[in-house]
């Protein structure tokens, strides 16, 4: 099997990265196509994760401020959950952030995937907003170290 972690390059493999955004986090949330699409996909370091050739997981890394990194739209495929894809991309956007001389990473993690980042020493700080007014989500972060 082999992983490989990079910025879609095709046309058919960014239709591939935005479907997968779309069905693992809009299509739960009767948003409709086009949702998961926003103006800092331009600026943002695209990250996709490769299993021979089918995407698996994917996030997308924002400049947050002058030493701060976001990621956002953090997905893995449905039956690759558990599989530790996650944990790759994070690990891959983190170690590009720190690089690029980040100082520390902030998210927005779902109610349901907080657990998730804890476990990748993610320290949660608050409840930050409701997503379309329905799904909690809690801002975390993460500080590199030295």
Not at 104 to 132: G, P, Q, T
Not at 134 to 146: D, G
Request: aromatic share 10%; proline share 2%; hydrophobic share 40%.
């Amino acid at each position: 099997m082999k992983i490989e972690i990079r910025s879609p390059k095709t046309e058919s493999e960014w239709e591939a990265y935005y479907d997968l955004r779309y069905r693992i986090l809009r299509a739960p949330l009767n948003k409709p196509r086009g949702s998961e699409r926003n103006d800092k996909d331009a600026t943002g370091v695209h990250f996709a994760l490769f299993e021979e050739d089918s995407i698996k997981a994917i996030a997308r890394l924002d400049q947050a401020s002058e030493t701060i990194a976001q990621v956002r739209f953090v997905a893995v495929e449905d039956n690759s959950q558990g599989s530790g894809f996650g944990r790759l991309i994070m690990e891959a956007t983190e170690d590009f952030a720190m690089k690029r001389g980040d100082t520390k990473m902030v998210l927005h993690a779902r109610d349901y995937a907080v657990d998730f980042y804890l476990k990748l020493n993610y320290l949660l700080i608050e409840k930050s907003h409701l997503l379309f007014g329905v799904l909690q989500h809690y801002l975390m972060e993460k500080e590199f170290s030295k």
